[in-house]
């Protein structure tokens, strides 16, 4: 991270680390705060859930953050285990969660996802116009921080079409910020194990690493 962050000019300070633990076990996330990484990724609402109940989240001083398509019908069980979500691809859904998160008398972090790739198979807003248009609602909702854009970069291996998902990323940021104000609009997430170093040239300030940190799919669900 550091490397790349230095090739391009960057404060590597400015750039962060999200832990994806997700199909691991709780012990995995324990070894990861004794080596004092203290921010997790999960993708899926009851598999943390277990987890979270299994570990002493706040001795820790954990912090877990939702990168997986969320369902409106299971905003419910957000509060009280995530802090941010950084999937939120409507205003549907959207909307779900700044409710449970007021009637928890919590706030979230958020982060709207922007499909980059194009492919039907990812979840995010479709352009950055759709984007823009939902985050207008959004910041109006009273429990939602809007924080930035997160992606998934597209899986294949040439690497200037992963580059281009970035930069329209990075874009899509810029014009975020532009709207909505930069002190409060400051994270771009993007860039996971086998494109982080792209991302972070594009401009990334948050990558997503899983497998470089904890091997292959674990088998915890
Ligand atoms: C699994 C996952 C990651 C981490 O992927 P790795 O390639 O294992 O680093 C990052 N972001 C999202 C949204 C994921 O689902």
């Avoid at 997700?22 to 943390?48: C, D, M, W, Y």
């Avoid at 779900?96 to 979230?108: I, Q, Y």
């Avoid at 479709?126 to 609602?137: M, V």
């Amino acid at each position: 991270m550091a490397e790349a962050a230095g090739r391009s000019g960057r404060d590597p300070s400015l750039v962060s680390l999200v832990a994806v633990s997700k199909t691991h076990p709780p012990e995995v996330i324990r070894n990861a705060a004794s080596l004092g990484i203290t921010v997790f990724g999960e993708n899926r609402v009851q598999e943390a859930e277990r987890k979270i109940a299994e570990l002493p989240v706040k001795d820790l001083g954990l912090e877990f953050r939702l990168i997986g398509h969320l369902q409106s019908n299971k905003a419910k069980l957000v509060p009280g285990l995530f802090q941010w979500v950084e999937s939120i691809d409507s205003v549907k859904v959207a909307r779900a969660l700044s409710t449970r998160f007021s009637e928890a008398d919590l706030t979230c972090e958020v982060l709207l996802q922007l499909n980059s790739s194009g492919e039907q198979s990812k979840s995010g807003f479709e352009s950055t116009d759709a984007l823009l248009a939902a985050a207008r609602e959004i910041v109006a909702l009273p429990a939602l921080h809007v924080r930035g854009v997160m992606t998934i970069g597209p899986f294949v291996s040439d690497t200037e079409a992963i580059r281009r998902a970035f930069m329209q990323t990075r874009e899509c940021f810029d014009r975020l910020q532009q709207r909505v104000g930069s002190p409060s609009v400051d994270t771009l997430s993007m860039g996971m194990t086998d494109d982080f170093e792209i991302a972070i040239e594009e401009g990334s300030t948050e990558v997503r690493i899983g497998s470089a940190l904890f091997g292959g799919r674990g088998s915890y669900a």
